[in-house]
């Protein structure tokens, strides 16, 4: 593996890859390979790009679980949806397969649909929790199935704890890195 025009060797590439993959941040990781923190950052940008690129040049999933959570803020007695200064992320999830996440501007079904109709196959399986975004799926080219999480949780197959995993994982991994970082913010 070589960058073009890089001055780097491949050991100090792969470190670097290798840092990417297990979330060091670039500051650390431009100190443990012993390069300067600019070129680091740099580095994490293309591949962050790169990877965002092919992402979508992926053919869209068979059928998955999609839900929506948020990120960032300051934890002052609210959670959730209503919470301010928090940023809505959607997700879909093929089962026993890839992720798709994606910032939002709002959780309204204008907003979601077209996110769903470009990453999921029509004649699809969708399953959902019982948020009233997701109506619109009763209506449309997909066959959707959701669950109320205030009754239960699974039924069957009809469930989204892969999603619900995904999130759990990912703030764990963001609520490590804020604290890590010595920043105040928190995920509900």
Not at 109 to 130: A, G, V
Request: hydrophobic fraction near 40%; include cysteine; proline fraction near 2%.
């Amino acid at each position: 593996m070589q960058i073009k025009g890089s001055r780097l060797y491949s050991a100090q590439l792969k470190k670097l890859l290798d840092f990417v993959v297990a979330g060091v941040t670039t500051r650390t990781a431009a100190e443990l390979v012993g390069i300067h923190r600019n070129f680091v950052n740099l580095f994490y940008h293309k591949l962050r790009t790169i990877i965002a690129y092919f992402t979508d040049l992926e053919s869209p999933f068979l059928h998955g679980d999609v839900d929506e959570s948020y990120f960032g803020g300051v934890r002052k007695g609210k959670r959730g949806r209503t919470a301010a200064g928090k940023i809505p992320v959607f997700g879909c999830l093929e089962r026993k397969g890839k992720v798709y996440t994606q910032m939002i501007s709002d959780v309204r079904k204008k907003t979601l649909m077209p996110i769903i109709r470009c990453k999921i196959r029509t004649d699809s399986i969708i399953y959902t929790d019982h948020f009233k975004s997701y109506n619109a799926l009763d209506v449309s080219e997909f066959k959707h199935l959701s669950i109320n999480h205030s009754k239960q949780f699974a039924e069957e197959k009809n469930h989204i704890n892969g999603i619900e995993n995904f999130w759990n994982q990912a703030k764990r991994h963001y609520k490590s890195l804020m604290a890590f970082l010595n920043i105040g913010f928190i995920c509900s």
